[in-house]
């Protein structure tokens, strides 16, 4: 079954720094997909990232997955207190309209003021 | 902005009760979802559903759970018979044709 890892497990930076967040998949992925989640909340959408060498952004967040679709980074540029959450990737497997998302375990997220 | 949304936000029953959690996807929306997530753990998929049938259910979805869209509108999530191991945050998405899934805000479930 597929498995994917995330690290790290937990981030705090200082706001307005930089930051990465990575997710490996133990085998090659059909979509690649990021949220983040609020504790104790639902995951909002962030991107999906179809084709191996693929670049998304949208604000201060680029998500970037490899040519060999297996490992997926997240990385936002110039940190606020907005950006805190936990962010979770997640994939699927197969070509399937109404596939089941595997995610991984969560990047928590803080930011430092 | 065309939103998931589900009832209640918080449902406590006692052990052996059944429990329905509702959701109402996006109106234009084919494919629906449930996942939870118990506290502390990775949000773990469910069932889906498109054109009023399951299309995968996962092991966690035994004879306990059943799904149902009653209308043009809502998705539900039966549980007959709630464990004490069914508490956990439930969470209901749907997609349009692709398989960009947009999740509701969850149901937090407490089985006492």
């Known amino acids: 079954s597929q498995e994917l890892e995330q690290s790290p497990q937990s981030l705090i930076v200082q706001e307005g720094k930089n930051l990465t967040i990575n997710c490996t998949s133990s085998k090659t992925l059909y979509g690649l997909y990021w949220y983040k989640q609020k504790y104790g909340e639902g995951l909002i959408f962030l991107m999906m990232l179809q084709k191996g060498g693929e670049e998304k952004s949208h604000e201060k967040i680029t998500a970037k997955l490899d040519e060999k679709k297996q490992q997926s980074s997240l990385h936002i540029t110039a940190s606020q207190p907005s950006h805190a959450g936990i962010y979770l990737c997640g994939a699927d497997g197969v070509y399937s309209s109404a596939s089941k998302i595997i995610f991984g375990s969560g990047t928590r997220l803080s930011i430092r003021p | 902005e065309p939103e998931v949304t589900q009832t209640p936000s918080h449902q406590v029953t006692q052990m052996g009760q059944e429990v329905i959690l509702r959701c109402v996807p996006i109106?234009?929306?084919?494919?629906f979802y449930w996942y939870r997530q118990i506290l502390g753990q990775k949000v773990e998929f469910l069932v889906s559903?498109?054109?009023?049938?399951?299309?995968?259910k996962s092991e966690i979805f035994d004879d306990q759970f059943s799904v149902e869209r009653p209308d043009g509108s809502n998705f539900t999530l039966k549980i007959r018979s709630t464990k004490l191991e069914d508490s956990a945050m439930y969470f209901c998405a749907s997609s349009e044709w692709s398989n960009e899934q947009f999740f509701g805000p969850g149901t937090r479930l407490t089985v006492l």
């Open positions: 559903f498109y054109n009023n049938e399951i299309s995968e």
């Open positions: 109106s234009n929306h084919l494919y």
